[in-house]
């Protein structure tokens, strides 16, 4: 697929704590959330293909922006839900 990136900086992001403390062994740090920063960007040509991943991605779903909201938490959602456009 591919795709063009609009700016260069994040439309958002999305923070949190983790129940847990993750250890980093490389590193040597305990690690205590985490960030996901989300980047505008548009589809130019194809799509999603998962023959070939590499990072054992499993399933793949186009989505409205109302089945979004059914499936993601209530607190991920309201983070999330102005970020996406209306059509």
Not at 3 to 11: D, K, L, S, Y
Not at 45 to 66: I, P, V
């Amino acid at each position: 697929m591919n795709t063009w990136v609009v700016g260069n900086h994040p439309i958002g992001h999305y923070s949190y704590d983790f129940p847990k403390a993750v250890e980093n062994q490389e590193q040597r740090t305990k690690e205590l959330g985490e960030k996901v920063w989300f980047m505008k960007s548009r589809i130019m040509a194809g799509q999603a293909n998962l023959a070939a991943n590499t990072l054992g991605c499993e399933d793949f779903r186009w989505l409205s922006k109302e089945e979004i909201q059914e499936i993601v938490t209530p607190r991920y959602w309201k983070m999330c839900q102005d970020m996406l456009g209306d059509r």
